[in-house]
């Protein structure tokens, strides 16, 4: 425990156990520690504004928005500012989404305490936190070139077909549409699915919001 460093954190979550829970593990590493609470991102701007924060650490979804549409917001106010992202989403989908947009870390809710309390103090010491699969993908994207944008691995036709996967057209439709094969549909799709590495329509939806520019896929 350090009873020295007097850190403000500000702990920006819809949920009021899960922010009771982080002040107490904060609390049990920084003695001294100031914590604020906000419970919207309405309320986390304004705490920002108005306090310096060494560390934000902030959920995905409020009531009122999603952060990631928020990070450069957030960022303007404090530009030194250290955020972690503390989430149920799955960091796979989202991780490298954040850490472009502006976080400093990415952490899961459903880490363990040991976990959770390693992430503060690197984030504290050194100004971010990285687990090892996104150390991994950071290394692959400049080892092996591969786009840190999943979306830049499909070809013209695959994200012709992805976006109307999302649209909620099925094989039969799309291979009307295109006039293709429907075995030509069914093989599109499964190099989408490869590619990005997920198993359903429900995450390419989440990736197309999180990263393809026309977010008008409708």
Same mark, same amino acid.
């Given at each position: 425990?350090?009873?020295?460093?007097?850190?403000?954190?500000?702990?920006?979550?819809?949920?009021?156990?899960?922010?009771?829970?982080?002040?107490?593990?904060?609390?049990?590493?920084?003695?001294?520690?100031?914590?604020?609470?906000? *419970?919207?991102?309405?309320?986390? &701007? =304004?705490? #920002? @504004?108005?306090?310096?924060? +060494? %560390?934000? /650490? !902030?959920?995905?979804?409020?009531?009122? *928005?999603?952060?990631?549409?928020? &990070? =450069?917001? #957030? @960022?303007?106010?404090?530009? +030194? %500012?250290? /955020? !972690?992202?503390?989430?149920?989403?799955?960091?796979?989908?989202?991780?490298?989404?954040?850490?472009?947009?502006?976080?400093?870390?990415? %952490?899961?809710?459903?880490?363990?305490?040991?976990?959770?309390?390693?992430?503060?103090?690197?984030?504290?010491?050194?100004?971010?936190?990285?687990?090892?699969?996104?150390?991994?993908?950071?290394?692959?994207?400049?080892?092996?070139?591969?786009?840190?944008?999943?979306?830049?691995?499909?070809?013209?036709?695959?994200?012709?077909?992805?976006?109307?996967?999302?649209?909620?057209?099925?094989?039969?439709?799309?291979?009307?549409?295109?006039?293709?094969?429907?075995?030509?549909?069914?093989?599109?799709?499964?190099?989408?699915?490869?590619?990005?590495?997920?198993?359903?329509?429900?995450?390419?939806?989440?990736?197309?919001?999180?990263?393809?520019?026309?977010?008008?896929?409708?």
């Amino acid at each position: 425990m350090s009873t020295s460093d007097n850190y403000c954190f500000l702990i920006a979550d819809d949920h009021s156990v899960v922010r009771q829970g982080l002040c107490l593990l904060i609390k049990e590493l920084y003695a001294n520690a100031k914590i604020y609470h906000a *419970g919207t991102l309405k309320d986390t &701007l =304004e705490v #920002l @504004k108005e306090t310096r924060v +060494d %560390l934000l /650490i !902030l959920d995905i979804n409020f009531p009122d *928005g999603n952060s990631i549409n928020s &990070l =450069e917001e #957030l @960022k303007s106010i404090q530009k +030194d %500012l250290k /955020i !972690l992202i503390f989430t149920m989403n799955d960091e796979d989908i989202y991780g490298m989404r954040y850490l472009n947009g502006g976080a400093s870390g990415y %952490l899961s809710k459903a880490s363990c305490e040991d976990e959770m309390k390693e992430a503060l103090s690197r984030m504290m010491i050194f100004g971010k936190y990285l687990t090892s699969n996104l150390k991994s993908k950071i290394s692959d994207h400049f080892i092996s070139n591969k786009p840190i944008n999943p979306l830049d691995q499909l070809s013209a036709r695959e994200v012709e077909v992805a976006k109307l996967l999302i649209k909620g057209y099925g094989n039969l439709e799309i291979t009307n549409l295109l006039q293709i094969k429907n075995t030509t549909v069914s093989t599109f799709k499964k190099r989408i699915f490869e590619k990005l590495e997920i198993d359903n329509v429900a995450a390419l939806i989440e990736l197309f919001q999180l990263y393809f520019e026309d977010k008008n896929l409708a």
